[in-house]
């Protein structure tokens, strides 16, 4: 069975960072491509960003809300995603969903399997 | 970036009716490279959908779904109690992918 266990959401004040985790079983870790999507408060869904796979070249991207300031790596020996997220702003609270599913090459995927989420609160 | 309007904003329906939902693309959705999700309260999206027409795994069949170019439907041609909830559209057939501002099932 897929699980996908997200971590480390918290309080942060503006212009703060904080590194989400998000813990994969039941799949074979290192040969899935993993996005993060986020849903602020009584909002709708917004992807974030993606990681493809090392042996894919491991490379990321990002939407453009969070680019230059969140960065998505792995940790393919522990089966573990991050979201390394830095100059926090209020707009960025949200909850945060580790996902994976069926890419399509350099456009995007669905998503078959979700994290439970964690929160991210972005206030002073 | 693809822009996905979703109408209505609120349905509100009865067990047993039939629900059309409609998603609406800025542009046209490549390959209809286009997902359907449930949403309950406290819960992570659930996927129903997938190449517009296409069910995921476990999804009963009175779930479908329609359309290419830029317009697509999601039906539920009996809703189940446990149907009520919110629905979004994505498309990922080009980069961004994007996401509808969801439709909430409610009970009439």
């Known amino acids: 069975e897929v699980q996908l266990v997200e971590s480390g959401g918290g309080l942060v004040k503006p212009g703060g960072s904080l590194r989400l985790s998000c813990a994969a079983s039941?799949?074979?870790?290192?040969?899935?491509?993993m996005s993060w999507v986020r849903q602020a408060p009584g909002k709708g869904l917004e992807w974030v960003g993606r990681?493809?796979?090392?042996?894919?070249?491991?490379?990321?991207d990002y939407a453009a809300p969070v680019k230059g300031r969140f960065t998505i790596s792995r940790d393919d020996s522990k089966n573990t995603l991050y979201l390394q997220m830095n100059s926090l702003k209020t707009e960025d609270t949200a909850v945060y969903y580790c996902?994976?599913?069926?890419?399509?090459?350099?456009?995007?995927?669905?998503?078959?399997?979700w994290g439970q989420g964690t929160l991210v609160t972005v206030s002073s | 970036e693809i822009v996905l309007t979703q109408s209505p904003g609120t349905l509100s329906l009865s067990p047993g009716e039939r629900a059309t939902l409609s998603c609406r693309a800025s542009?046209?959705?490549?390959?209809?490279?286009l997902a359907w999700y449930q949403q309950k309260p406290g819960q992570a999206p659930r996927l129903l959908m997938y190449?517009?027409?296409s069910r995921a795994t476990g999804i009963p069949d009175r779930f479908s779904g329609s359309g290419s170019g830029t317009d697509f439907t999601l039906t539920i041609s009996r809703l189940e109690p446990e149907d009520f909830a919110v629905y979004y559209c994505?498309?990922?057939?080009?980069?961004?992918?994007?996401f509808g501002q969801g439709t909430k099932v409610e009970i009439k």
């Open positions: 039941g799949f074979t870790f290192s040969n899935a491509w």
């Open positions: 990681i493809k796979s090392k042996t894919d070249g491991g490379t990321t």
């Open positions: 190449g517009a027409s």
């Open positions: 996902s994976t599913g069926t890419y399509y090459y350099d456009a995007g995927a669905y998503y078959e399997f």
């Open positions: 542009q046209s959705v490549s390959s209809s490279y």
């Open positions: 994505q498309q990922y057939g080009s980069s961004p992918e994007t």
